[in-house]
Structures are given as structure tokens and as C-alpha cells.
């Protein structure tokens, strides 16, 4: 803790000294931003670092799947000629077919980088420039399925483990192709994480963000849509009023009409005191 600290001070020391109030050239070449007083630093028995858990949505899909390893391999093969191949791919029950391929493709939500993880390495195949691009996905493919089981065992978490040590072993030919510089990425180091974080915290599906992403679309982006831009905090939550007034009304009127079914002969009375019950 108290080298944490001194690399505060330090920290406080450069940003001090920078010219303009602009990061210093060394926070812009290590992507750093200056940290003050963290409300940590005085909290006994506490370790800051085990709140940053491993999520699947923001580190796998949209981190490495996305990010870097799909850019790599469309770097290597190029946009043209690796949507050809996903075009080309016929239509099969439970596969999503890419009619116009992957590259033009502006907004991904987790469920898109599902379908697409499940067709890649069909598509890679025949146009990758080195065996070692097709093992690397194959690897980095396998671990991220393995960390989305919803119970692990010692054998599972084994073989995740070995999945992340072959894609390292083989994670290089992307430099020798010119396709990237390095991995020294925060992205890349934390899957070294996984396996800690699954025997101490448990499996990744209770700590994955994709849940929450699922209600911003319900109550934020749905809500905005319905909106005219203007005013839309007020306009955003009526909307959300409206809604639940809506599914209020549906579950009580779908118990009520449950209750008349069962009681064909009590059908006046049922409804004299359903008509109550929803006032």
C-alpha cells in the first residue's frame, strides 16, 4: 500500500508540473489519468483492486473479440474478402446469416457478437495468411465460451486456463503479419484474472454487465425514443409511468380472467370485485 501511495504523490508531482493544466507527455503515452485522494486510501483491510471483477460484455465481446481481434483479422484478409465469406455462408436454424457481411456494421450488442463468434472461424478459414491466425481464434474462442458457464469445476477452470495459455503462445504471429504493435493492454492482462476471480467470486454470469445493459435499453433508450428530444427527462418518465400502469393492469387482468374460468358460476361477482381490486 504505501508504494501505492508514493506513486500518488508521484502522480500528484507530474500532473503539478504539467504545462497549461495538460496531462504530461508521460500520463499520454501510458493512458493515465491522474487519481487524488482516492476515498480508499484510508479504509482498513481493504483492497481496492478485488472490486475490479472480469466482465464478459465490456472486456470479451466488445474488448478483445470486438475491438481487436475482429480488426485484426479484417486487417489481414481485408473487409472485402472476409464479408464475401460471411455472404456466402447458407442459412441455418439457430445461426444468424450475415447478408451484408460484418464490416459495415455500426452498433454491436452482446447478442450480435454471440451470433458472430459462432460463424467466425467458419469464415476465417481459407482466407487467414498463417495457421497460427486460425489457432489464435480458435483458442481465444474456446475461452471466451468456457467463461460464460454458469458453474465451473477444477476440470473447467483447467482447461480455461490452458485455452488462455495457447492463445499466448500463438498471439505473436499478429505482430509478425504487421497487424499490431504489442500486448501490453489492459484488455489482454486481465484475462490472466478469470480463474481467480471464478474460484473466489464464483461464475462471471452474476458479475457480467450485459444484464444492465438490458435494462438501459428498457428504461433509458426506449423511454428517450418515445420522447420528442425536447423536455424528455418529464416526457421519459411519464412514458415509464405509462408502462408499468400497463403491465400492472395486464397481470391483474390476466388473474381475473384465470379466476372466471375456474369459476364459471361466480362470473358476476368476479368481475364486481376485480373492477374493485384494479380501482
Known amino acids: 500500500m504505501s508504494e501505492v ?13 504539467g504545462t497549461g493544466g495538460l ?6 503515452t501510458q493512458g493515465l489519468r491522474p487519481i487524488f485522494s482516492p476515498f480508499w486510501a484510508d479504509l482498513p483491510h481493504a483492497n481496492i483492486f478485488t472490486a475490479i471483477t472480469s466482465d464478459i460484455l465490456h472486456q470479451l465481446h ?31 436454424s439457430g445461426l444468424r446469416h450475415f447478408k451484408e457481411g460484418i464490416s459495415k456494421v455500426k452498433q454491436w450488442t452482446g447478442t450480435d457478437h454471440k451470433q458472430v463468434q459462432r460463424i467466425f472461424l467458419a469464415a476465417l478459414v481459407g482466407t487467414a495468411p498463417h495457421l497460427d491466425v486460425i489457432k489464435a481464434g480458435c483458442n481465444l474462442l474456446d475461452f471466451i465460451y468456457l467463461a460464460q458457464y454458469q458453474s465451473h469445476t477444477d476440470c473447467t477452470l483447467v482447461v480455461l486456463q490452458q485455452a488462455l495459455d495457447s492463445f499466448h503462445m500463438v498471439k505473436d504471429i499478429f505482430i509478425d503479419l504487421g497487424c499490431w ?15 481467480e476471480t471464478i474460484r473466489s467470486l464464483g461464475s462471471l454470469d ?6 444492465l445493459e438490458r435494462l438501459h435499453i428498457n428504461f433509458a433508450k426506449k423511454a428517450y425514443s418515445a420522447s420528442n428530444r425536447r423536455d424528455y427527462l418529464v416526457q421519459m418518465t411519464r412514458w415509464l409511468q405509462c408502462q408499468e400502469a400497463i403491465i400492472w393492469f395486464s397481470s391483474t387482468s390476466s388473474v381475473v380472467l384465470k379466476l372466471m374460468d375456474a369459476n364459471p358460476s361466480n362470473r358476476t361477482s368476479m368481475t364486481a370485485s376485480a373492477a374493485l381490486a384494479m380501482l
Not at 23 to 28: A, C, M, S
Not at 181 to 195: A, G, T
Not at 206 to 211: D, F, M, P
Request: hydrophobic share 40%; with cysteine.
Open 206 to 211: 452474476g458479475l457480467n454487465t450485459e444484464t
Open 23 to 28: 496531462y504530461p507527455p508521460e500520463f499520454v
Open 5 to 17: 501511495f508514493g506513486a500518488s504523490q508521484g502522480t500528484r508531482h507530474k500532473h503539478a508540473v
Open 181 to 195: 504493435e504489442h500486448f501490453n493492454m489492459l484488455k489482454i492482462h486481465s484475462l490472466q484474472h478469470y480463474v
Open 62 to 92: 466488445q474488448g478483445i473479440f470486438k475491438d481487436h481481434f475482429k480488426k485484426w483479422c479484417i486487417t489481414l484478409v481485408g473487409k472485402q474478402n472476409f464479408d464475401a465469406h460471411f455472404r456466402a455462408m447458407p442459412a441455418f
